[in-house]
């Protein structure tokens, strides 16, 4: 199964990108995780939102394969421990087929988006800046992978 995140929003701070890497680069190999990034549709007086969360969405839509499992990362999703997370994601393995993280732009994501995800997951009822997310997403992968494999990297 290869993992992999596409996230709107190309240009992070480095400490955003150094904290990705670092939890990123302890995932298994067989993940073949990938970081897709997809730029920030321009917002200006004259372009609304909306108009950027379609371009977005396109963006989104057009990287992903049509069987690839989608799991939409989103303040409206279902929240998980990390035990629970853990099996989830052992689950994912299991059907076999690649999976996807996606993190809309700063608007959110298109109808169609949300349609397409096969899980809405919410890591905090917190509002968390892109980069954060980013980072914490790696970081409960990370420990998921560790409680389904009995790493000591958790110690709850």
Known sequence: MH??????GDRQPPWVDEAFRIYSGRFPPQW?????????A???????ARRAI?????LIL???AGDEQTVLLDE???QLTSNFLAGRLS??????????????GPDGVSDKCRQRADFVWSLSDL???????RVLLAEQLYRAWSLASGHPYHRA
Not at 3 to 8: E, F, G, Q, S, T
Not at 92 to 100: E, H, I, S, T, V
Not at 127 to 133: D, E, F, M, Q
Request: charged share 30%.
């Open 42 to 48: 321009k917002r200006t007086k004259a372009e609304n």
């Open 91 to 104: 689950g994912w393995q299991a059907d076999g087929r690649d999976l996807a993280f996606i993190i809309g």
């Open 54 to 58: 379609e371009t977005e969405g396109e």
């Open 32 to 40: 073949k995780f990938r970081l897709d990034v997809i730029a920030t």
């Open 127 to 133: 509002t968390l800046p892109h980069g954060l997310a």
């Open 76 to 78: 409206r999703g279902k």
């Open 62 to 64: 057009g990287k992903l």
């Open 3 to 8: 993992i992999r995140l596409i996230a709107v």
